[in-house]
């Protein structure tokens, strides 16, 4: 699988500069031979770059890259059929994520944050269709404010949804879309979620959403419905190659 030269080695230069400007111990990591080897890798292919990357974080002060990584290589080994089918331009925007997802992993403190990152990152090779980078790029940026109460949360208030939905057909229930009970919290907690994800862009409540589909959309009840943003944030998370949730 060919790569463009001048496409990747873009990306690379663009990930030097931002971690030399950063961390004085990270820049020591990019000793010119194995920067040199990472040009030469633009002939190679996604799972050599990513090993590499590793290689030159685990001595330095970005931990978090170097598990960042290593999650994304062991993915990446588990899809390695798909990740050989890539156009040069699929491979060349990969190249590129990765190295925004490594901005944002170090920029995390917590190690679920950094996971989600990358199965988010991996999903988007898994998918189909690819989705666009641009997307991808909005999906791991979603990963790093999100914790996996938060996760649990939306995907608590889908499964309420999906019963709401599937109890419109039925000709013995009257559909109410209640509040979801949450394992492991409590129900104040539970909205206060709620709050953090309607400011996300990925849940809204009926009434709301009511506005711009129809005055007669929205269901008794109360509730929440997930929003387009929120029903494909699930999606990337649970297309990761090892299934990986919170």
Do not use: W
């Not at 194995?34 to 050599?48: P, R, Y």
């Not at 709050?195 to 129809?214: D, E, H, N, T």
Request: glycine letters at 8%; charged letters at 25%.
């Amino acid at each position: 699988m060919a790569m463009d030269d001048l496409g990747v080695v873009r990306a690379l230069d663009q990930f030097k500069m931002e971690d030399l400007s950063k961390s004085p111990s990270f820049a020591l990591g990019f000793a010119d031979a194995a920067f040199s080897e990472m040009k030469a890798l633009a002939s190679g292919n996604v799972i050599e770059v990513v090993g590499l990357l590793k290689e030159i974080h685990s001595g330095g002060e970005a931990a978090r890259s170097a598990y960042l990584f290593q999650c994304v290589a062991d993915d990446l080994q588990r899809i390695n059929q798909k990740v050989t089918e890539l156009s040069e331009q699929q491979t060349i925007d990969f190249v590129e994520l990765l190295v925004d997802a490594d901005r944002k992993a170090r920029q995390t403190l917590a190690r679920n944050r950094v996971k989600r990152i990358a199965d988010i990152l991996t999903s988007s090779i898994k998918m189909t269709p690819i989705p666009s980078p641009d997307e991808t790029e909005e999906m791991t940026g979603l990963a790093v404010e999100m914790s996996d109460q938060d996760v649990t949360t939306l995907m608590a208030l889908r499964e309420t949804q999906r019963r709401y939905e599937r109890d419109l057909g039925s000709l013995n229930k009257t559909p109410v879309l209640g509040f979801p009970t949450v394992a492991g919290l409590s129900p104040e907690s539970a909205l206060s979620i709620c709050g953090k994800l309607l400011s996300l862009g990925l849940i809204s409540p009926p009434q709301q959403r009511a506005m711009s589909v129809g005055p007669n959309s929205y269901p008794s009840g109360g509730g929440y419905f997930l929003l387009e943003r929120g029903q494909r944030f699930l999606r990337f998370v649970e297309e990761s190659p090892a299934a990986r949730v919170g």
